[in-house]
């Protein structure tokens, strides 16, 4: 199909419409509104469900509800609302029902401002809310991304009836990137687990109560299974020079294309650089990083936070190489210039 | 009560075996609680009504959170006050469905009360069942927000307070401020002589439903001997003597026979699937048929990786200036990126953003060191001046900058951008000057291509042309300007 110039943000309204999205509840919240604004548009128009909740508090209550009736659903907000969101998240994924969050992270703590950052990284890769539960989290870096990986969301989300994030930083959402869009691929399962006010689903149920301690814990064990198979099924990456690569920087979203300039420079130079850059959060790409161990003097994780994501990386990497990490905050972004200087200040030290 | 309820209406389940331990026959309830009472006098009604199949029992978090032990209807849990947003999604998504929402009065009137106030006020097509026990059950006992003054609790040890805690929440009073709820009235239960009037409430709100009208509540009045710490028959009278003193029965509101309903039609929510045509139609995906590409312009070497940096106040055109770019670009069969600043920057009136029109994939869309900088006032000048790579260019609005750039190691074009506008009958068309401008010196765009997709970036057809001829007026400026 023909290309379009779009915003990120918009370019996920798009993408949850061709993966058969049915129904957005939302709150406005900078740098995420072009998405409630975009879908108040399109979902109508389209014969699904708009409506701007009183507070995320109550969108992620109603994407429960939604989930819980068998929709395609989804939400979006940024790092204040997410933390607002929480809780349900936590019910969401307890009660084993499929979601789309997206999170257009901003600066932190408490307000902040509404530049970019990455700082929701533990929030949303580590289970923000409450209990043993994880969600697939998967960074898109791109306009087209937004739109694929949004797609892809509600594809997992249905797939393994667990909540799924789409995060991204304040200036994937806001930049404007020719995006193809793809084939509409509304290939919903059959939900018989719903509860649509039907005969057939009447004697369905959805809620999180394990009142016994050996069925919790059962529960819980089964869920744990099913993120070991997202572990083991659904890692995606991008590797990029890295086949020969002595350095590998890693890092995701806004900071990932910074990085992809920097690795051209100085590959220019000579210097034999990579970047290594997630896809998915969760499951974290550990083994393909643990990999690279073998070959690479030391790692690079750069981050627009205090060092969330390098945990993650140092959890792979074991210590067997030395794994560096700059991040910038406050809504401060990473420049090609600051990491070409980052990279051979260390190799010159 | 006692727990136990004799001739089960079928919303029931006959043997409750959702229920743990042996006993499947009683409820879960305490000997003289409400809730018992509440929730036959609900399964007679959607019985009555035949509507148990097309039910959805929304359980909130308190005593009922167990709700759907007993309804056999469908059952969703909700978290603690949040099962009006639960409901609201519910029934929306299957507008067919008798969506029935049960909340104590913490979780209605205390966490929830937003969500309550809010599904109330848009008039959600559901109906919300309210106990309201003056306390709060399931956690022991404490303070509820329809506590009484001088009611003792295990948080209000010396009696409730009004300079501490406030005064009782009467929630059917105060939804009745709103304008859509149809039907709200306050009953009282757990003693024969108010069953009838309770019962009729119960019917009466979930006809409402059924026919389509509209948000409706029924508030019930419940003992709660465990929370209250009286034997039930105590509780039962401090109901009747006390609570109700302060809680006065009877409807706040009725517009059932005003209210038009609406009923959905036969399947379902009677919506249509769209065809993946018709989808894509609908959400203004463009398609091969409808966009026109054209040959990558030849121009220069150094255009091959453009980095454009164009900036001004609030009004100038900025951000479209780089969306024109960025889009004739696209067509020109460049990578581009486009990046605004964005936020609270952009209310003290200035604006900028990053462009990249490249032969290659784009990394960073960020810019530190503009190739083309375009300032549009005389503070972009001065922020963004020295920041220019050696060799490239400053296209300046000279109509609003007197003062040219100081730098002699890039090109510098004057362009009187404002005034070219100006004269056109627009000051706003001063950025689609601007791009003749930059198109005539760099050759980075086709001019008539541009032109003839002006309106890929001007939506409103009256300003087209307007545009178009800006283009051309800017063009015309430096084609004649050597440099
Ligand atoms: C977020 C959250 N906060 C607190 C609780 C604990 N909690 C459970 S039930 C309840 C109060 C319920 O009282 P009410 O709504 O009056 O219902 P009742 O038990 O009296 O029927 C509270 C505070 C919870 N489950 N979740
Ligand atoms: S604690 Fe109160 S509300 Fe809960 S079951 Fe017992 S009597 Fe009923």
């Known amino acids: ?349 | 009560m006692s727990g136990n309820i004799l001739e089960k209406p079928q919303s029931f389940y006959s043997e409750y075996t959702r229920k743990p331990g042996a006993d499947t026959l009683t409820t879960h309830y305490c000997p003289g609680c409400g809730h018992g009472v509440l929730h036959k006098l609900i399964a007679e009604a959607l019985d009555d009504f035949g509507v148990r199949e097309k039910a959805i029992f929304v359980s909130p978090v308190g005593c009922s959170v167990f709700g759907y032990y007993y309804f056999h209807t469908g059952n969703v849990q909700a978290a603690h006050g949040r099962a009006s947003a639960v409901a609201t999604a519910l029934k929306r998504a299957n507008p067919d469905s008798i969506v029935i929402s049960y909340q104590g009065d913490g979780d209605l009137a205390g966490i929830g009360g937003n969500n309550i106030l809010q599904a109330a006020n848009r008039g959600e097509n559901f109906t919300t069942f309210f106990v309201n026990n003056a306390i709060y059950g399931m956690t022991g006992g404490q303070m509820a927000p329809t506590t009484l003054i001088g009611q003792t609790t295990t948080t209000t040890p010396r009696g409730r307070t009004h300079e501490n805690e406030g005064y009782p929440l009467r929630v059917a009073e105060l939804l009745a401020t709103l304008e859509a709820p149809v039907y709200l009235e306050r009953v009282l239960i757990g003693d024969p002589k108010y069953t009838m009037k309770a019962r009729k409430a119960v019917r009466k709100a979930i006809k409402a439903q059924i026919e389509g009208k509209g948000f409706s509540m029924v508030e019930a009045l419940s003992a709660c001997p465990l929370g209250w710490k009286m034997d039930p028959v105590d509780a039962k009278n401090w109901v009747q003597d006390v609570l109700v003193k302060y809680f006065p029965l009877g409807v706040t509101r009725d517009n059932i026979s005003e209210v038009e309903g609406y009923v959905p039609g036969e399947n379902g929510n009677g919506r249509k699937p769209l065809s993946d045509r018709e989808l894509v139609k609908k959400i203004d995906i463009p398609s091969d048929e409808t966009t026109t590409t054209y040959p990558l312009p030849e121009a220069e070497d150094r255009y091959k990786h453009s980095e454009i940096k164009i900036a001004g106040f609030g009004g100038q055109g900025v951000l479209s200036l780089g969306v024109g770019l960025s889009q004739m670009g696209m067509l020109q069969q460049y990578h581009v990126s486009w990046l605004p600043s964005y936020g609270p920057e952009m209310r003290g009136g200035t604006a900028h953003c990053h462009v990249k029109l490249s032969h290659n994939p784009i990394g960073a869309p960020l810019i530190e060191k503009p190739t083309i900088l375009v300032p549009m006032n005389k503070p972009s000048l001065y922020k963004f001046e020295d920041s220019v790579v050696e060799g490239g260019d400053i296209f300046y609005n000279s109509s609003l900058i007197d003062t040219p750039p100081k730098r002699s190691d890039v090109n510098v074009y004057p362009v009187d951008a404002t005034e070219i506008a100006d004269g056109l009958g627009n000051t706003k068309a001063a950025n689609m000057v601007m791009l003749g401008a930059i198109i005539a010196k760099t050759g980075l765009l086709d001019k008539e291509a541009v032109i003839t997709e002006m309106k890929q970036i001007i939506k409103k057809e009256k300003y087209v042309e307007l545009n178009q001829n800006a283009v051309q007026a800017g063009f015309d400026a430096l084609q004649s300007v050597s440099g």
Request: hydrophobic share 40%; with cysteine.
């Open chain 1, 1 to 349: 199909m023909a290309k379009m110039l779009i915003k990120g943000n918009e370019a996920i309204v798009k993408g949850a419409l061709l993966a058969g999205c049915e129904a957005y509840f939302g709150y406005p919240i900078t740098p995420a509104s072009e998405i409630a604004e975009a879908a108040s548009v399109y979902f109508p128009e389209v014969g699904g469900t708009f409506l701007q909740a009183e507070s995320e508090v109550g969108a992620i209550n109603m994407v429960y509800g939604a989930a819980g009736a068998g929709q395609r659903v989804m939400t979006a907000s940024s790092s204040p609302g997410i933390s607002l969101k929480q809780e349900g998240v936590s019910y969401i994924a307890g009660s084993e029902l499929p979601a789309v969050i997206v999170d257009i992270m901003r600066g932190g703590p408490g307000l902040g401002n509404i530049a970019p950052e990455q700082s929701d990284y533990n929030q949303v890769v580590k289970g923000g809310g409450h209990g043993n539960y994880k969600t697939i989290a998967l960074a898109p870096n791109s306009a087209q991304e937004m739109c694929d990986l949004t797609m892809l969301a509600f594809e997992l989300a249905d797939k393994y009836r667990n909540p799924v994030y789409v995060v991204a930083d304040g200036f994937i959402g806001q930049m404007m990137e020719p995006v193809e869009f793809p084939k509409p691929n509304r290939n919903i399962p059959e939900k018989p687990w719903a509860v649509k006010g039907t005969a057939e689903t009447s004697d369905n149920l959805i809620s999180s109560i394990e009142l016994d301690p050996d069925d919790l814990e059962e529960h819980n064990r089964k869920m744990q299974r099913k993120y070991q198979e997202m572990r083991e099924s659904e890692v995606r990456y991008q590797a990029y020079h890295c086949d020969d690569a002595e350095i590998i920087l890693i890092g995701f979203g806004i900071v990932s294309r910074v990085i992809q300039s920097a690795v051209d420079e100085l590959r220019a130079q000579g210097v034999k650089v990579g970047m290594l850059r997630p896809i998915t959060l969760f499951p974290f790409p550990s083994d393909v990083i643990r990999q690279y161990t073998d070959q690479v003097s030391k790692f690079w994780v750069m981050e627009l936070n205090n060092g969330q994501m390098v945990d993650d990386v140092r959890l792979a990497v074991e210590n067997r190489v030395p794994v560096k990490f700059h991040g910038r905050m406050g809504g401060n972004v990473v420049g090609t210039d600051e990491i070409i200087e980052k990279v051979l200040e260390e190799e010159s030290a």
